[in-house]
């Protein structure tokens, strides 16, 4: 009989769900889709119910291609979400208003209330943190929606569909309740908080990433066939899930995403804080994860060519000879990390006229800025990298991958997966014991 681990990740358009065994061995997965959550003007929000109809409608499909007895195996469940979504609800976890989702930036003023009473190194800043929802939404509850006044619990996009499984709704985990305010180094909810006039009943116990709660409701046993003994564990944030899928476990070893734009994250010993390059650390067991965006990417690539013309371009590319274009690319003038400066002008000239070489050059001026982030990482005091592994959608790029080995100087890796819901399933099955 073998033993099954769930885990279920709340992405920005769907839901999706990975069984693994104890060998971490893929045994089945389904998705489901869900709608754009609805936008007027910075106000981004969407019906928690969604959540859960696509959870339950991906959680019949994959308990449904398991051998018979499928079911029965399944040992623990954990759930990622999206950053910073955020919704009230009453004691028993019945939503009181739609879901404030992660990119909601209506909360402009109560973001400076913050910022005149959080530390710097706290990752509550910014109009769309969960805190600044939070805070909107209190300040709401005289006025426009009353009923939030009920409230008994705040709750992020994971905690919510986790109470929804469990029937308990009071319970974070220490990655999602960073931008609500919660202090992971001393692993308590601050005494600033106290400035804001939030009541500090609403906010959730939090617990490490991983760590049982309980075990299913009597009601999901009978829906889905389950054990009644299946545990629901803690769980994280998309893009912390999505790092634990890669590999990457200990100190040192690091992921590039290569997508749209340039993310870097490296494992630490300590945590650390550097808001300016918008750098922040989430925990992993006992060490941190820490890490930062740039602006260019891929993005800037389809700026000036094709999709098609990027692969037809790239078996011709020579990775061992370097152009000796120093660029920087950037769709527009700005750069957050490793240049903080809102100003920063975009490097792309002079432009060659072999297009060839001008998209090379582009690549090894992204690799460029990869290696410069991890500099700056290692010197606010993270390791330099031992090994990085690649995760996005350029990971398929293998004369970009030489590049960026050769500017890095160290061993670069393929993902071992990429799917945030692998992440949560690693969880499940106990990955911080």
């Given at each position: 009989?073998?033993?099954?681990?769930?885990?279920?990740?709340?992405?920005?358009?769907?839901?999706?769900?990975?069984?693994?065994?104890?060998?971490?061995?893929?045994?089945?997965?389904?998705?489901?889709?869900?709608?754009?959550?609805?936008?007027?003007?910075?106000a981004?929000?969407?019906?928690?119910?969604?959540?859960?109809?696509?959870?339950?409608?991906?959680?019949?499909?994959?308990?449904?291609?398991?051998?018979?007895?499928?079911?029965?195996?399944?040992?623990?469940?954990?759930?990622?979400?999206?950053?910073?979504?955020?919704?009230?609800?009453?004691?028993?976890?019945?939503?009181?208003?739609?879901?404030?989702?992660?990119?909601?930036?209506?909360?402009?003023?109560?973001?400076?209330?913050?910022?005149?009473?959080?530390?710097?190194e706290?990752?509550?800043?910014?109009?769309?943190?969960?805190?600044?929802?939070?805070?909107?939404l209190?300040?709401?509850?005289?006025?426009?929606?009353?009923?939030?006044?009920?409230?008994?619990?705040?709750?992020?996009?994971?905690?919510?569909?986790?109470?929804?499984?469990?029937?308990?709704?009071?319970?974070?985990?220490?990655?999602?309740a960073?931008?609500?305010?919660?202090?992971a180094?001393?692993?308590?909810?601050?005494?600033?908080?106290?400035?804001?006039?939030?009541?500090?009943?609403?906010?959730?116990?939090?617990?490490?990433?991983?760590?049982?709660i309980?075990?299913?409701?009597?009601?999901?046993?009978?829906?889905?066939?389950?054990?009644?003994?299946?545990?629901?564990?803690t769980?994280?944030?998309?893009?912390?899930?999505?790092?634990?899928?890669?590999?990457?476990?200990?100190?040192?070893?690091?992921?590039t995403?290569?997508?749209?734009t340039?993310?870097?994250?490296?494992?630490?010993?300590?945590?650390?804080?550097?808001?300016?390059?918008?750098?922040?650390?989430?925990?992993?067991g006992?060490?941190?994860?820490?890490?930062?965006?740039?602006?260019?990417?891929?993005?800037?690539?389809?700026?000036?060519?094709?999709?098609?013309?990027?692969?037809?371009?790239?078996?011709q590319?020579?990775?061992?000879?370097?152009?000796?274009?120093?660029?920087?690319?950037?769709l527009a003038?700005?750069?957050?990390?490793?240049?903080?400066?809102?100003?920063?002008?975009?490097?792309?000239?002079?432009?060659?006229?072999?297009?060839?070489?001008?998209?090379?050059?582009?690549?090894?001026?992204?690799?460029?800025?990869?290696?410069?982030?991890?500099?700056?990482?290692?010197?606010?005091?993270?390791?330099?990298?031992?090994?990085?592994?690649?995760?996005?959608?350029?990971?398929?790029?293998?004369?970009?991958?030489?590049?960026?080995?050769?500017?890095?100087?160290?061993?670069?890796?393929?993902?071992?997966?990429?799917?945030?819901?692998?992440?949560?399933?690693?969880l499940?099955?106990?990955?911080?014991?």
């Amino acid at each position: 009989m073998t033993d099954l681990y769930l885990g279920i990740d709340l992405g920005t358009s769907g839901c999706r769900i990975i069984a693994i065994d104890n060998n971490s061995t893929i045994h089945g997965q389904s998705s489901r889709a869900l709608p754009a959550p609805l936008r007027n003007g910075d106000a981004v929000e969407q019906d928690p119910q969604l959540w859960w109809t696509a959870t339950q409608e991906a959680l019949h499909d994959l308990l449904n291609s398991l051998p018979d007895d499928g079911a029965q195996q399944v040992r623990a469940i954990a759930v990622d979400g999206t950053s910073a979504t955020l919704l009230l609800t009453d004691d028993a976890g019945h939503p009181l208003c739609p879901a404030l989702m992660y990119h909601d930036a209506r909360s402009a003023q109560q973001a400076a209330q913050i910022k005149s009473a959080a530390s710097p190194e706290s990752g509550a800043h910014g109009a769309t943190s969960a805190l600044a929802k939070l805070l909107y939404l209190h300040q709401q509850s005289d006025k426009a929606q009353p009923e939030i006044a009920h409230a008994r619990h705040a709750v992020h996009q994971a905690d919510w569909i986790m109470g929804q499984l469990s029937g308990h709704f009071g319970i974070s985990d220490e990655n999602n309740a960073l931008k609500l305010g919660y202090d992971a180094v001393k692993r308590e909810w601050p005494a600033w908080l106290d400035k804001l006039g939030i009541n500090k009943k609403l906010l959730p116990e939090v617990l490490p990433p991983g760590t049982p709660i309980g075990t299913i409701t009597a009601q999901i046993q009978r829906e889905f066939g389950l054990s009644p003994d299946t545990r629901v564990v803690t769980g994280t944030t998309d893009s912390t899930a999505a790092f634990l899928a890669t590999g990457a476990h200990s100190a040192g070893q690091a992921v590039t995403s290569l997508g749209s734009t340039l993310v870097i994250k490296i494992i630490s010993p300590k945590p650390i804080f550097a808001p300016t390059y918008g750098i922040y650390s989430h925990r992993l067991g006992d060490l941190w994860l820490a890490g930062g965006a740039s602006n260019s990417g891929g993005a800037v690539l389809l700026k000036y060519f094709t999709q098609d013309q990027l692969t037809a371009m790239t078996p011709q590319l020579q990775p061992a000879q370097a152009t000796g274009l120093d660029y920087y690319p950037l769709l527009a003038p700005g750069e957050r990390f490793p240049v903080c400066d809102a100003t920063f002008v975009p490097r792309l000239t002079p432009r060659p006229a072999d297009d060839l070489q001008f998209f090379q050059g582009m690549l090894e001026g992204i690799a460029r800025i990869e290696q410069q982030g991890y500099q700056r990482l290692a010197e606010l005091g993270a390791p330099y990298p031992t090994a990085v592994y690649t995760a996005g959608s350029g990971a398929r790029n293998r004369a970009w991958q030489e590049i960026r080995q050769r500017m890095l100087n160290v061993p670069i890796h393929d993902a071992k997966q990429q799917d945030a819901a692998y992440g949560a399933a690693l969880l499940a099955k106990g990955l911080f014991k």
